[in-house]
């Protein structure tokens, strides 16, 4: 796969003030579209790594439109390694990581695609949801092209 089947998408937030904290650059087919929600992120600490600034502890949601259906992407961050080691092996960046599938939601019951992978380099476990009526496991294939630091 080259990079012209593929976008990435960097899931950032930040000011002018204090700068660019990133969760994570996530690579996905082509055609996606990230739409950003202003507002909707909290970053509590964060680390350097080869000049830029990772969220080591945070979360933020968005949404994402792919084709003609939405789903919410939501990226939590949690210092040190706590990976659940939970569900089937995938590639994430430079790491191993696990996804599985699991149901949620107390009223009305939606699926969601959970990938998990730790990165040494900045000492942070990744957790990415993609939530909604059937995530689109093509995604999957993805994720070895995404970045982590």
């Known amino acids: 796969m080259s990079t012209e089947d593929y976008s990435w998408h960097a899931i950032a937030v930040g000011n002018s003030l204090l700068g660019v904290y990133n969760f994570l650059v996530l690579a996905a ?7 950003v929600m202003p507002m909707a992120s909290d970053v509590f600490s964060y680390v350097s790594k080869d000049g830029a600034k990772w969220v080591r502890d945070g979360e933020v ?6 084709g003609s259906k939405f789903y919410e992407l939501e990226i939590k961050v949690k210092p040190g390694n706590k990976l659940e080691q939970e569900g089937e092996p995938i590639d994430f960046g430079e790491h191993r990581g696990f ?10 019951k939606s699926e ?3 990938v998990e992978a730790y ?15 059937a995530p689109p ?3 999957l294939k993805y994720f070895k092209f995404s970045r982590c630091h």
């Open 29 to 35: 087919p082509p055609h996606w579209k990230v739409i």
């Open 61 to 66: 949601k968005h949404f994402v439109k792919a």
């Open 99 to 108: 996804y599985r599938l699991k149901r949620e939601g107390l009223i009305k």
């Open 112 to 114: 969601t695609l959970v």
């Open 119 to 133: 990165c040494p380099e900045t000492d942070r476990t990744i957790t990415v949801k993609l939530k909604g009526d």
């Open 137 to 139: 496991l093509e995604i």
